[in-house]
């Protein structure tokens, strides 16, 4: 019987995997049983099967998912999808055009709070002017609480985007339609190529690019591509969770007249008294109402 080996998770079909080895090779893995919580980013302990099949090609199983530095994920009522494992950075990208979901961007800023994931905003397609000051103006509430947002074009010049990579394991998240593939295509020119070997790694065609893949930047970084998100389901989380992710709302926490105050209409309520003195974007407490009572 074959040793195991570790080796990191760069891409994933169904309960097929591509893992990348410590020697720098890969293998197509499959997991035990029919349910896997197995997810990009992941570092595994993997045991080799042999040669390829010609049923589903994998040459090897994960026998352990080691424990993780960080989990971001998304849920609802019925289920969880997990996105990445292990990042230290999560870069979330947004556009001048199309207009991009506040609400989508509040929530994804929730999910990293919790799993203490550092923040980047991407402003995407800064060429085109007008558009883009009325997407500035959208994010000037998130420069005010000390998120960095980042300007560029995609399609002219990344270059800024580089070193903020550095030194992290980042994932980049967005709506369909904020240019994402384009980001990634100007950081990794050789990415096309890189999902062409993973498809034919993992004989899943076309499906691959609906699923989260890994590139390594460089030794000490690299970079998780997800497909577009159109929803951020926060089910996971418990009212006070979100509450803390709204990370202007700390110095106001515990200071309403009610202990179990939701922020809506009680009266002596901390958070609506600071936005009525300028101290809290009203838009941002807006956003918290709607995601804190829409059951997540």
Do not use: W
């Amino acid at each position: 019987m074959s040793a195991s080996v570790h080796g990191q998770v760069i891409a994933a079909f169904g309960r097929q995997y591509l893992t990348r080895l410590e020697d720098g090779s890969e293998l197509a893995c499959l997991t035990r049983g029919k349910k896997s919580e197995v997810v990009c980013g992941d570092v595994v302990e993997v045991k080799r099967t042999g040669e390829a099949s010609a049923e589903n090609g994998a040459q090897g199983v994960i026998e352990r998912i080691t424990p993780r530095r960080s989990l971001l994920y998304r849920s609802d009522a019925f289920r969880e999808k997990l996105i990445a494992a292990n990042v230290t950075q999560i870069v979330v990208v947004v556009a001048a055009e199309p207009s991009f979901s506040d609400e989508l961007l509040a929530r994804c800023l929730v999910a990293a709070h919790d799993q203490q994931i550092e923040v980047l905003i991407v402003l995407n397609k800064c060429d085109l002017a007008e558009p883009a000051a009325q997407a500035r103006a959208r994010l000037e509430p998130y420069r005010a609480i000390g998120y960095r947002v980042l300007e560029l074009s995609a399609k002219q010049d990344v270059s800024t985007l580089r070193p903020l990579l550095q030194g992290h394991s980042s994932v980049l998240v967005g709506q369909s339609g904020m240019g994402k593939s384009t980001l990634i295509n100007a950081l990794l020119p050789e990415a096309q190529a890189a999902t062409r070997e993973i498809s034919s790694a993992l004989d899943s065609g076309k499906h691959t690019t609906t699923h989260a893949r890994l590139y390594r930047l460089d030794d000490e970084s690299s970079l998780i591509d997800c497909p577009g998100v159109q929803a951020f389901g926060l089910h996971h989380l418990s009212f006070g969770g979100i509450e803390e992710g709204f990370v202007e709302f700390a110095p106001y926490r515990g200071q309403c007249r009610f202990h179990d105050c939701h922020h809506l209409h009680e009266p002596g309520c901390a958070i609506r008294n600071a936005v009525e003195a300028g101290k809290i974007d009203a838009r941002r407490l807006e956003l918290f109402q709607q995601i804190s009572q829409a059951g997540c």
